[in-house]
């Protein structure tokens, strides 16, 4: 907001109009020394429409909703804790030593390579107490070692076969040769299918082909080492066993929650809520340990939920989906009443409880979110609302000894159920307030409307007059850099001075028109 443009402006054109005013009178008719006048200069100094949002602190305004009757209220929300459950599903590196017994026998001379013995076996990945039917494997790696027994058996060439039958590929089951060194393979986008953790083995000794006769002693054997490291999977089902998963204890600042910061407010049907949603294909129970809000300096107050701990959680039961669960806060008026510093919390979750058996699912993406939300309709009553704001004043191109007298004009048409007082302060350079433009009585421009019974709007309050400013305070508006708008509001009070409880809705405005009219005292010499 510039003011000196268009205020230079209209002075230079209003000096301008009486120059050119003495400029057609004829001298031979007249005798005239020279010209003085008094015009007046009206000039607008701010203007406009305001609407509830423009009554709350710019960072609430994306949180701004309209219900179906028109009430504006608030709408919070902070995610508590993003529990893994994962953690409680690790796939641990596990190895396994198989022994393929080699049978004794001379083996003639073969031009081609020849099964000599095979083992079906199975793996139990020992798992406790998850008890695995599938995996779908994003990561992991398989280690295959071979020796043989005794190690120096002369000219027995091998390769062995590790076939995993209920390890997939689209349609291909895991089948790899391996010999005398380590052999290293990865496990991506493989598919393990499982029966209580147990998945299926088949090891076949190849014998290469060899030219003279091999003498294979009684007690020869091939030891396969298996070795299952970094799994990692996509997708996990079977049943995930009965177990809690700890939360860290935590708090949040309530301060997220206020819509007018360091006003006393008190607001009607406040809804305060834990959302808990579940990714996970689990029954969970979320036990609610300690809940408590908290300030300094008070006694904690207790949060009472409509749902007694530990609270059943809803799942999904398919792969991608969620669930939500909503628990409601009994207490919230008397919790928002109190003006808590902060929310502090202990939970735990408890997966499969009570139970032995079931058809669970876990994605690596699954998380079980605890967020709380707030509802606030704008319903209630406050004092010590703030606002303020602050522009640049530059007056350097009008002449301050043209002003004679100064005035402030000002109409305002209020829907909204707030009054109060609105002040002009001047600031220099320095940042120094040198003075305010309105005197405490002229400072009450602000009228509210008239509420019924049920806190809704009656008829506007209307604010329409003119009063002068004093010569010492336009003298220092010319000294001042800046100017601070600063109004401070509270709802509208009934005539015996309590506060009725009252509604802001969508529809009500506040129709404000500032303006300044100045009388100059032009003179020009002819």
Known sequence: MKISGRFGHRIAWATSVCLLLGACLDSDDYSVDGLEASPNLLLPLASGVLGVEDFLPDADTALVHVDANGLVYLSYGQTLHSQDISDLLAFPDKSFLKTVPLPPAVVPPSATDQPYATLSTTLDFGLDPEKL???????????????????????????????????????DPFAITASGKPLNVGLQNYRMLFNDNITTLKLTVIQKAHSNSVVVPVGAELKVELAFTAMDYSIARGFMGDQVASIPEQSINIEAFDPLPGADASFVEPRLAFEVLNRYGIPVNVNFLQLEARKKGHAPLLLQLDKTSPIEIGF???????????????????????????????????????????????EDVSELKIRFKADLPLYGHASKIVLGDTVDLDLEDVEQSNIEDFFIRAKIKNDLPLEGTLQFYLVDRNNHVIDSIFTTAQSALVKGSTVNAAGELVSAGVFDQEFPIEKSKVDKLFQASRLIILSRMNTVKAPNGTQPDVKFKASYKMDVKLGVRATLNVKADL
Do not use: H, W
């Open 133 to 171: 039917t599938e995996m779908i494997l994003k990561g992991g790696n398989l280690r295959i070692s071979t020796t043989l027994v005794p190690f120096d058996l002369a000219g027995f060439n091998y390769e062995v076969r590790v076939e995993l039958p209920d390890v997939t590929r689209g349609n």
């Open 316 to 362: 999904p039961t398919q792969p991608g989906d969620s669930s939500t669960t909503v628990v409601n806060v009994l207490n919230a008026k008397a919790l928002l009443d109190f003006d808590p510093d902060q929310f502090y919390y202990r939970i735990n979750a408890r997966i499969n409880e009570g139970l032995t058996t079931g058809d669970n699912f876990c």
